[in-house]
């Protein structure tokens, strides 16, 4: 069984910066062929992909967090990051570690709370 936990999430006041991590575990998963993803979804509203970095290290970037953010990924540790600078309290969100690969097979993490103070 593969299981994704987020880790990271806080109070943190504006303009501050905080790291997100994203540990896989459980077999079978090859993080290798695994797009990773961060996606975050605020109340009343629907997720949304903040950041995604494919197997080869191509990252995307949703507009909002251009600048920001930096998502990275550690091979050896099966690992997912999200380096937030500079938040404010529309970044206010649970964040969500996904895993998706070539054939559509996905999970996705129990999330992590961000919260942004003015």
């Known amino acids: 069984q593969v299981q994704l936990v987020e880790s990271g999430g806080k109070l943190v006041q504006a303009g501050g910066s905080l790291k997100l991590t994203c540990t896989v575990s459980g077999k079978p998963f090859i993080f290798n062929l695994y797009t990773m993803a961060w996606y975050r979804q605020a109340p009343g509203h629907q997720r949304e992909l903040v950041a995604d970095?494919?197997?080869?290290?191509?990252?995307t970037y949703a507009d909002s967090v251009k600048g920001r953010y930096t998502i990275s990924r550690h091979y050896g540790e099966d690992k997912l990051y999200l380096n937030m600078n500079d938040v404010n309290p529309e970044d206010t969100a649970v964040y969500y570690c996904?895993?998706?690969?070539?054939?559509?097979?996905?999970?996705w993490g129990q999330g992590t709370q961000v919260t942004v103070s003015s």
């Open positions: 970095i494919s197997p080869v290290g191509s990252k």
């Open positions: 996904n895993a998706r690969a070539d054939d559509g097979e996905q999970f």
